[in-house]
């Protein structure tokens, strides 16, 4: 696997007074593969001496000024990196516990690491201790407490301190401008924009707490073909599965991180738009020694998938949650499309054969073929 390394940085604290101090807590941690450090390093360092001069990429110095973060964010777009991120709603965190700061934290710490390390279990996590991350620093005990170097063969997961580090910055960044996406005392109405600038550097966003309410993901109001049964099984299946696989191998890590960008494209694109295979493959070749090929992706992902039950709709155009019959047309016809052709070509062999030594020999008659010959005699 190749190495990554990931810098963290928070937004937010365990203040429940919504109305001053905030309503989402967000964790960001921007991934990057190690033997690009150096370039990004570089790339990095320009665009803070072109915005920051003398100081340091911090969201907290762009603040509300809107303008400014877009022209920053179109930048830093151009730099290859991905962001894995937790965004903590605090306003369904129900219990008096999550106001002592030790309770709050404790959750996150037990959030972050299970989110992280099922996803990346060989990673070097870089966090800034410094100032008032308090977070980060309780995080770092969490992992030197809880992690079992042993548990998994090859297992690397560990933080190191990054005072000041250019990666931390763009974490800070990437936190800082997630809040202003989310945070009801951040938004306005230049969120969408960040939201979109951004949307390509995203391998996942993690809401908690999870609720996975199907009715969050409705069409219903803005699509008249959207159908709330096939959607709702379909959405539901998808949850299950995020939530009872563990990352234990790499393609389990590859089918999560797939049904989650699956969900993320559902919440954020038309409900008619498929994602293409070539835009989920980028994704999750993120942290591979060698890139994922689409006949590993079609195979170990979409076909294992599928094989469990989870209903994706595909057609030429990539994949998508089915929220229709019309999709779920789309996927028996782009089935079909490949399937009869291949059953016609087996019968036109098995006829050949059969003309050829006067029906003597079948090459279907064969007990591992009876399904096939069943099928192909219906079809015909």
Do not use: W
Not at 94 to 108: A, P, R, T
Request: aromatic share 12%; glycine share 4%.
């Amino acid at each position: 696997m190749k190495k990554v390394i990931a810098f963290a940085d928070e937004f937010g604290n365990n203040s429940f007074d919504f109305g001053n101090q905030g309503s989402h807590f967000i964790i960001a941690s921007v991934i990057m593969n190690e033997v690009e450090l150096n370039d990004i390093q570089v790339k990095l360092e320009e665009i803070r001496k072109k915005f920051f001069q003398t100081g340091e990429i911090k969201s907290s110095k762009v603040k509300n000024n809107h303008n400014r973060r877009i022209l920053i964010l179109k930048e830093l777009k151009k730099i290859n990196f991905s962001v894995y991120a937790v965004i903590i709603d605090k306003r369904k965190l129900y219990g008096e516990g999550f106001k002592y700061k030790k309770s709050f934290y404790k959750y996150l710490n037990g959030i972050l690491y299970k989110e992280l390390y099922r996803t990346f279990p060989q990673l070097e996590l870089k966090v800034d201790e410094h100032g008032g991350n308090d977070f980060m620093r309780s995080f770092k005990k969490y992992v030197e407490k809880n992690h079992i170097r042993n548990l998994f063969a090859g297992s690397d997961f560990h933080i190191q301190k990054s005072h000041n580090d250019l990666g931390v910055q763009l974490a800070d960044m990437m936190a800082g401008t997630l809040g202003y996406i989310f945070d009801e005392n951040k938004k306005s109405d230049k969120s969408l924009e960040f939201a979109e600038l951004i949307k390509d550097k995203l391998i996942s966003l993690n809401k908690f707490p999870k609720e996975y309410k199907s009715e969050e993901f409705s069409e219903k109001e803005t699509f008249s073909e959207y159908d709330e049964t096939i959607a709702t099984l379909s959405l539901n299946r998808a949850f299950d599965f995020i939530d009872k696989t563990t990352g234990n191998n790499q393609d389990n890590r590859d089918r999560i991180n797939f049904l989650k960008l699956l969900l993320l494209y559902h919440q954020s694109n038309h409900p008619r738009k498929y994602t293409t295979s070539t835009e989920f493959v980028r994704h999750l070749s993120v942290n591979r020694d060698n890139p994922l090929s689409k006949e590993q992706f079609s195979s170990k992902v979409i076909g294992h998938l599928r094989d469990k039950g989870i209903l994706i709709a595909s057609s030429r155009d990539g994949y998508k949650i089915p929220t229709s019959i019309s999709d779920m047309k789309k996927f028996i016809n782009h089935g079909k499309s490949i399937v009869l052709p291949v059953l016609r070509r087996i019968e036109e062999c098995r006829n050949a054969i059969l003309l050829a030594t006067t029906n003597e020999y079948d090459i279907l008659d064969d007990p591992d073929y009876r399904k096939l010959k069943e099928l192909i005699e219906n079809v015909s």
